[in-house]
């Protein structure tokens, strides 16, 4: 199993509800979620396999975007 820590705020396209919802479609699991007032937004840690995340990244890939797949799970932690 293998964790990644991402961020929702308000200005986000999409609300945290759907975020969520989209992130357990590909089997991911929400292990914790904190929100800092400081920052104004919401932190969420995943953890699934890395089939899962190259999955969900993949579909969540904005052509824009300079990360690719490589640097995304070489981000990836090994769940305790």
Avoid: P, Y
């Amino acid at each position: 199993m293998f964790q990644f820590k991402t961020h929702h705020n308000d200005d986000s396209f999409i609300t945290l509800s759907e975020m969520i919802e989209s992130i357990q479609e590909f089997g991911l699991t929400v292990v914790e979620k904190t929100f800092s007032q400081e920052w104004n937004e919401t932190t969420l840690f995943l953890q699934g396999t890395r089939a899962q995340f190259e999955k969900f990244f993949l579909s969540d890939t904005d052509t824009s975007q300079s990360v690719n797949i490589d640097e995304f799970m070489d981000e990836l932690e090994e769940a305790a």
